[in-house]
Structure formats: structure tokens, C-alpha cells
């Protein structure tokens, strides 16, 4: 039997025929292999499968019998072929999609959690912020008793002297 990762060097050859042979085109080499190659028939067979089901996805209003025929065969056929070929790929995408709008759900919640962990947080930096501000642009608040008792005494001292 033949390994996946030590394809003989033939069918890598004929493999890049495949789609000509989907596309009806005659190739009796291929076909020869084809009838002594596993590999190959099964290679062909997915192919075939992949084609079909892109038709289906492009043209979904073709014959009733020919699409109920497809799905049939992709009910029967799916789990071998997400196993073994390209098709696998979309399995993580339909994954991913049916949990996009979960997903969703959790961003918009940790964004919130987020807000209201770092809102107030940022509110009392702004507030210093603006109270450095203050201080810079009006730099003569009363400092200490000891000064406002001078003001206090030079304005009673002018009280007195008028
Ligand atoms: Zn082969």
C-alpha cells in the first residue's frame, strides 16, 4: 500500500492530469494507472467530490435530482473527506463561524469590564492632571498660616493707619 508522505513518483506525475480527466478530457495512461492505483482513485475520487460540492455552492438552482444526489453522497462522504483531503481546511472555518457571534458577545463584554475597570482609574488621572495644571497657572494660593496671618496683620496695620 502506498504512504501519503512517499507518493510514488508517477502519481505525483499523473496528479497534475487530474483535472483534465474531471474535465472529460480522455487520457488512457491515467486511466491504466488508475485501475492499479488506490492512491490515485481515491486522490481523483476527492477531487471530483471537491468539484461538485463548489458547483453545488455556485449554482445551487441546478437540477433538483443532480443536487439531491450531491448531498446524498456529501452525507455519506463527509467524514472521509474532511479526514484525508483539502476539504479539511473549511472545517476550522465552519467552526470559527458558528462561534463568531459567541465571540462577539465576549469581546463586547470584556470591552465593557474593560471601561469600567480603567474609566474611573482615568478620571483621577485627568483630575490630577488638571490640578498640576491649577497649581502652574496660578501660583499664589495662601501657603501657610504664617502668611495669611502677615495678610491678615498688614491689612488690619492698613485698617488701622486710614
Ligand atoms: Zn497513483
Redesign the pocket.
Known amino acids: 500500500m502506498?504512504n501519503k508522505s512517499n507518493?510514488?513518483a508517477?502519481?505525483r506525475k499523473?496528479e497534475s492530469r487530474f483535472e483534465d480527466c474531471l474535465d472529460g478530457v480522455s487520457d488512457t495512461e491515467l486511466d491504466d494507472?488508475m485501475t492499479r492505483?488506490e492512491?490515485?482513485r481515491s486522490a481523483l475520487a476527492d477531487l471530483r467530490f471537491a468539484g461538485e460540492l463548489l458547483r453545488e455552492a455556485w449554482d445551487p438552482a441546478g437540477e433538483p435530482g443532480q443536487a439531491f444526489l450531491a448531498n446524498v453522497m456529501a452525507r455519506i462522504q463527509r467524514e472521509e473527506i474532511r479526514a484525508k483531503s483539502p476539504a479539511a481546511f473549511w472545517t476550522p472555518l465552519e467552526f470559527l463561524a458558528s462561534r463568531l457571534s459567541l465571540t462577539a458577545a465576549v469581546v463586547l463584554l470584556a470591552l465593557s469590564a474593560y471601561l469600567v475597570e480603567f474609566a474611573p482609574q482615568r478620571g483621577v488621572s485627568l483630575g490630577s492632571v488638571r490640578t498640576e495644571l491649577s497649581a502652574v497657572d496660578f501660583p499664589q494660593p495662601p501657603r501657610d498660616p504664617v502668611s495669611n496671618e502677615e495678610v491678615l496683620q498688614s491689612l488690619a496695620e492698613r485698617d488701622n493707619g486710614r
Open positions: 502506498f507518493i510514488p508517477q502519481c499523473l494507472h492505483c492512491h490515485c
